[in-house]
């Protein structure tokens, strides 16, 4: 009980920094809390925070997925291929997911048959996936997609200022929260997370899931990939290079440990707004890219460092409180 | 500095009445100009960029250069859109994608703010003017014309190019061979057209291999950076330093111990300062309505003079600048 009052912590902090960010922002430069600027600033990390979502589910259950910038970008060169050899839209779109299922169903497979850890195994796909994206394309950029399509990248909601992707994005979070703190399929995840024997144990087909899992990341990054094509109306082999960073820290921030077992969608978007809305605010008062990086890390690193300390202290309060037993039992 | 001021007042006013039909309307004070270039801390493009700057200054605007510290097109966007949020009067763009930009470079045309590209050019629906350093006639002709000059317009000469199948080198090649029809180039012979395919190792090689194959070898245009600093280190250690001319497009910093020991004479590029002080001047000019970027537009660009706007809203800056051992120094890109 503790555990998830420290967690709820947590969220409710970053989400009070959510907040603060946008009061800043709005402090720094009367142009930032405009409903165009906020909607620019939202479509601008649409494929981190899709990412964000499966990335959540794979670090809950101890794993991590490195390869999926990777996989956006072999699917980004794929749309494009695929586009540019005249295959109507809907079924390069078909195939491009179709892609992105092999590459995660690859990723999951090297992880649970063959008992390889992810870090590793992702490591190698990274360069793998990003292998095949520029084999496809080179350093060629295939542009000519229908205006139906790059508007649904590129265009908001009729009639409000909400990018498309991101519309997209609040559906899927919505669905993977469900998933996640609603099923017991969400339930066992963090079963395994916190302890994966006892989980298996316990009767749960954890190779399975997590193979379900490295499928489901494989997809979503495929979806990112082909956001991230039409938002830009460009097919690259080197589209999304390093996103998987920005990915990664924002779902660590968002307090999803990376030990596994502990985190929530919830902190997870709230994270990635607040990354993306501190980047926003600082750029709009030209704040120099050094500082901005260098800002997001002193971001990353005091998120993995202040739970820590606020959990050891609270140990040691703990052990504290219970000295006399503990020390007769020692 | 005051009796120029006077002297060009007392002229506007006698011609005033005049000219009243005539006169474009100034540039407006205080504009707010942005440079967008490809990566904020390339060196080129902080020269380029600086040029732009000191450009803005002069007509009393109010300059500043922001960008990505990676050259991705994607790392661009978010820049254009906090450029649209700030309501800046024109951006000047380097592109790192002809087409990625395009739908927020029109989203920012749509809300007022006047776009140039410049060095590196978008999809002409993208911009409302394009800066183009050089065009292709102009540079492999004025190559052909300084290595005419280096060696007295007689004797063997070859080119060392990067790849056989590299759009701007063949274009810059077709001209070199247009230009070296007219009758002053009468005595001086193309013998061969090696590649050094862009790779220092191989560049290196093929220009030994010119010097080997080529005893009467006079001269050697490279007109890739690449080419020229590989061409020129071999040859500062060759027995044929000071007796075969290297000369092609190289960068001031590549160059420069190369002119400085005498290896190289004098080499070839565009002026990036100018190119960004031009983008400045067009941009001013978009913001203050005096033109819009169609063809046959024209304004002035300070120190630069008058420029006229060419087909697809393209202006092109001139031919290259030449750099030798009197100006080098100058240069730091």
């Given at each position: 009980?503790?555990?998830v009052?420290?967690?709820?912590?947590?969220?409710?902090?970053?989400l009070?920094l959510?907040v603060?960010?946008?009061l800043?922002?709005?402090l720094?430069?009367p142009?930032f809390?405009t409903?165009?600027?906020?909607?620019?600033l939202?479509?601008?990390?649409?494929e981190?925070?899709?990412?964000?979502?499966?990335?959540?589910?794979?670090?809950i259950?101890?794993e991590i997925?490195l390869s999926?910038?990777?996989i956006?970008?072999?699917a980004?060169?794929?749309l494009?291929t695929?586009?540019?050899?005249h295959v109507p839209?809907?079924?390069?779109?078909?195939?491009t997911f179709?892609?992105?299922?092999?590459?995660g169903?690859?990723?999951?497979l090297l992880?649970?048959?063959?008992g390889?850890?992810?870090l590793?195994?992702?490591?190698?796909t990274?360069?793998?996936?990003r292998?095949l994206a520029?084999?496809?394309?080179?350093?060629?950029a295939i542009?000519?997609?229908?205006p139906f399509y790059?508007?649904?990248g590129?265009?908001?909601?009729p009639g409000?200022?909400?990018?498309?992707?991101?519309?997209?994005?609040?559906v899927?979070?919505?669905?993977?929260?469900v998933?996640?703190?609603?099923t017991?399929?969400?339930r066992?995840?963090?079963?395994?997370?916190?302890n994966?024997?006892a989980a298996?144990f316990?009767?749960?087909?954890v190779?399975r899931i997590?193979?379900l899992?490295?499928v489901?990341s494989g997809?979503m990054a495929?979806?990112?990939g082909?956001?991230y094509?039409?938002?830009?109306s460009?097919?690259?082999?080197d589209?999304?290079t390093?996103?998987?960073?920005?990915?990664?820290?924002?779902?660590?921030?968002g307090g999803v440990?990376?030990?596994g077992g502990r985190?929530s969608?919830?902190?997870a978007?709230?994270?990635v707004?607040?990354i993306?809305?501190?980047?926003g605010?600082?750029?709009?008062?030209?704040?120099?890219?050094?500082i901005?990086?260098?800002?997001?890390?002193l971001?990353?690193?005091?998120?993995v460092l202040v739970?820590?300390l606020l959990?050891?202290l609270?140990?040691?309060?703990?052990?504290r409180a219970?000295r006399p037993?503990?020390d007769?039992?020692s | 500095?005051?009796h120029?001021?006077?002297?060009?007042s007392a002229?506007t006013?006698t011609?005033?009445?005049?000219?009243v039909?005539?006169?474009?309307?100034a540039l407006?004070?205080?504009?707010k100009?942005?440079f967008?270039?490809?990566?904020?801390?390339n060196p080129?493009?902080?020269?380029?960029d600086n040029g732009?700057?000191a450009a803005i200054?002069?007509?009393?605007?109010v300059?500043k250069?922001?960008?990505p510290?990676?050259?991705g097109?994607?790392s661009q966007v978010?820049?254009?859109?906090?450029?649209?949020a700030?309501?800046?009067d024109?951006?000047?763009?380097?592109?790192?994608?002809?087409?990625a930009l395009?739908?927020y470079?029109k989203?920012?045309?749509?809300?007022g703010t006047?776009v140039?590209?410049?060095?590196?050019?978008?999809?002409?629906e993208?911009r409302n003017?394009?800066?183009?350093q050089?065009?292709s006639?102009?540079i492999?002709r004025?190559?052909v014309q300084l290595?005419g000059?280096l060696?007295n317009y007689?004797?063997d000469i070859?080119i060392l190019?990067a790849?056989?199948?590299a759009t701007n080198q063949?274009?810059?090649i077709?001209w070199m061979?247009?230009e070296?029809?007219?009758?002053?180039?009468?005595n001086?012979?193309l013998?061969k057209?090696?590649?050094?395919n862009d790779d220092?190792?191989k560049?290196f090689t093929e220009?030994q291999?010119l010097?080997?194959a080529?005893?009467?070898l006079?001269?050697?245009?490279?007109?890739?950076t690449v080419?020229?600093?590989?061409g020129?280190?071999?040859l500062s250690?060759s027995?044929s330093?000071?007796?075969?001319?290297?000369?092609?497009?190289g960068?001031?910093?590549q160059?420069?111990?190369f002119?400085?020991d005498?290896?190289?004479?004098a080499?070839q590029?565009?002026?990036p300062?100018?190119?960004g002080y031009?983008a400045?001047?067009a941009?001013?000019?978009?913001?203050?309505?005096?033109i819009?970027g169609k063809?046959?537009?024209?304004?002035?660009?300070?120190k630069?003079g008058?420029y006229?706007?060419?087909?697809?809203?393209?202006?092109?800056?001139?031919?290259?600048?030449?750099?030798?051992?009197?100006?080098?120094?100058?240069f730091?890109f």
């Amino acid at each position: 009980m503790k555990s998830v009052r420290g967690l709820l912590g947590w969220e409710a902090t970053i989400l009070a920094l959510v907040v603060l960010a946008l009061l800043g922002g709005a402090l720094l430069s009367p142009d930032f809390l405009t409903a165009s600027n906020l909607s620019f600033l939202t479509a601008n990390f649409s494929e981190i925070a899709l990412m964000a979502l499966t990335m959540t589910l794979i670090i809950i259950v101890a794993e991590i997925d490195l390869s999926v910038a990777s996989i956006l970008g072999l699917a980004s060169a794929l749309l494009g291929t695929l586009w540019a050899a005249h295959v109507p839209m809907p079924l390069a779109i078909l195939l491009t997911f179709l892609a992105g299922g092999l590459a995660g169903l690859l990723n999951g497979l090297l992880v649970t048959r063959l008992g390889l850890p992810s870090l590793a195994v992702t490591i190698g796909t990274l360069a793998l996936y990003r292998g095949l994206a520029y084999a496809l394309l080179g350093d060629r950029a295939i542009a000519d997609f229908p205006p139906f399509y790059t508007n649904l990248g590129f265009g908001t909601v009729p009639g409000t200022a909400i990018p498309i992707p991101m519309a997209l994005f609040a559906v899927l979070a919505v669905l993977t929260a469900v998933l996640l703190h609603a099923t017991a399929f969400g339930r066992r995840l963090y079963a395994i997370g916190a302890n994966s024997m006892a989980a298996r144990f316990a009767g749960v087909q954890v190779e399975r899931i997590k193979l379900l899992l490295f499928v489901m990341s494989g997809l979503m990054a495929a979806l990112a990939g082909i956001v991230y094509t039409f938002r830009f109306s460009s097919a690259r082999g080197d589209n999304g290079t390093g996103l998987e960073l920005g990915v990664i820290a924002a779902v660590l921030l968002g307090g999803v440990s990376i030990f596994g077992g502990r985190g929530s969608v919830v902190g997870a978007v709230a994270a990635v707004f607040l990354i993306g809305i501190i980047n926003g605010a600082l750029t709009i008062v030209d704040v120099s890219n050094e500082i901005l990086t260098i800002v997001t890390g002193l971001l990353l690193i005091g998120s993995v460092l202040v739970p820590n300390l606020l959990a050891r202290l609270r140990a040691a309060r703990e052990r504290r409180a219970v000295r006399p037993v503990g020390d007769a039992v020692s | 500095m005051k009796h120029r001021a006077f002297a060009l007042s007392a002229l506007t006013v006698t011609l005033g009445i005049g000219a009243v039909a005539l006169a474009q309307p100034a540039l407006k004070k205080g504009l707010k100009i942005a440079f967008l270039p490809k990566q904020i801390n390339n060196p080129y493009e902080v020269i380029a960029d600086n040029g732009g700057l000191a450009a803005i200054k002069e007509f009393g605007g109010v300059g500043k250069a922001v960008g990505p510290s990676d050259a991705g097109a994607s790392s661009q966007v978010s820049y254009i859109n906090t450029l649209i949020a700030q309501k800046q009067d024109a951006i000047v763009i380097a592109a790192n994608d002809a087409n990625a930009l395009v739908p927020y470079l029109k989203r920012a045309m749509q809300g007022g703010t006047k776009v140039v590209t410049f060095d590196s050019d978008t999809a002409p629906e993208g911009r409302n003017i394009f800066i183009n350093q050089a065009n292709s006639e102009g540079i492999g002709r004025a190559q052909v014309q300084l290595l005419g000059k280096l060696i007295n317009y007689t004797g063997d000469i070859a080119i060392l190019s990067a790849t056989p199948n590299a759009t701007n080198q063949n274009t810059w090649i077709k001209w070199m061979q247009e230009e070296l029809k007219l009758p002053k180039y009468k005595n001086m012979r193309l013998v061969k057209i090696a590649y050094g395919n862009d790779d220092d190792q191989k560049s290196f090689t093929e220009m030994q291999g010119l010097i080997q194959a080529y005893p009467n070898l006079k001269g050697v245009i490279s007109p890739t950076t690449v080419g020229i600093s590989a061409g020129a280190r071999y040859l500062s250690t060759s027995p044929s330093k000071g007796k075969v001319v290297l000369t092609g497009l190289g960068t001031p910093n590549q160059m420069r111990q190369f002119v400085k020991d005498g290896t190289v004479t004098a080499f070839q590029l565009w002026n990036p300062a100018d190119l960004g002080y031009l983008a400045a001047y067009a941009a001013a000019a978009l913001a203050s309505n005096q033109i819009t970027g169609k063809e046959g537009d024209t304004f002035t660009a300070g120190k630069l003079g008058k420029y006229t706007v060419g087909k697809n809203g393209e202006v092109v800056l001139g031919p290259p600048t030449t750099f030798d051992k009197a100006n080098i120094d100058k240069f730091n890109f």
